[in-house]
T-cell receptor, first 113, second 113 residues
């Protein structure tokens, strides 16, 4: 099915461990995004990508790493997880063009113990 | 930098009553404005968007929003809500490049019988 898929849906990890959240889209959209959702903060942009091999920081990039070797994939890695990174993470994609909306995945709920 | 303020964190309303969810933005340049809805344990879905032209924008599920440049507002309205409208609603603004969206902190709409 066409769309944007995030995996895993739920993840529990320990402080200091590396964890990677996966995002895959089938639309061939140019842009992809990672947001985190926290109570009282809404959604905050972590990183985004305009095309394969082009990434840029968002509002809250510290502690995260991204890569985009293929247009359809945009993994997010927490190199050494901290409790403050406990959150719900959303991946999104959009076509080029400022009138293009973002299309969201169903999110990954990450708990860091 | 642009920002979005959603003035109400929670809005309780009885079924079949009208509702207005408030959103104000700050930007000195042209803006693109969006409303998204998030149902429990799901990603965000686009309700409607304002790009240019008519200031009254109609979206899905009977929602509409009015762009008011002088008041820098983009309030979301529905004349008669249903139980199924219970969800969290996010206002978002896009200015500048990168197709990024800046989100408000969200308004939880609770529809009661």
């Amino acid at each position: 099915d066409a769309g944007i898929t995030q995996s895993p849906r739920y993840k529990i990890t320990e402080t200091g461990r590396q964890v990677t959240l996966m995002c895959h889209q089938t639309w061939s959209h140019s842009y992809m995004f990672w947001y985190r959702q926290d109570l009282g903060h809404g959604l905050r942009l972590i990183y985004y990508s305009a095309a394969a091999d082009i990434t840029d920081k968002g509002e809250v990039p510290d502690g995260y790493v991204v890569s985009r070797s293929k247009t359809e994939n945009f993994p997010l890695t927490l190199e050494s997880a901290t409790r403050s990174q406990t959150s719900v993470y959303f991946c999104a994609s959009s076509e080029e063009g400022r009138n293009s909306p973002l299309h969201f995945g169903n999110g990954t709920r990450l708990t860091v113990t | 930098a642009q920002s979005v303020t959603q003035l109400d964190s929670q809005v309780p309303v009885f079924e079949e009553a009208p509702v207005e969810l408030r959103c104000n933005y700050s930007s000195s340049v042209s803006v693109y404005l969006f409303w998204y809805v998030q149902y429990p344990n799901q990603g965000l879905q686009l309700l409607l968007k304002y790009l240019s032209g008519s200031t009254l924008v109609k979206g899905i599920n009977g929602f509409e929003a009015e762009f008011n440049k002088s008041q820098t507002s983009f309030h979301l309205r529905k004349p008669s809500v249903h139980i199924s409208d219970t969800a969290e609603y996010f206002c978002a603004v896009r200015t500048g490049g990168g197709n990024k969206l800046t989100f408000g902190t969200g308004t939880q709409l609770k529809v009661e019988l």
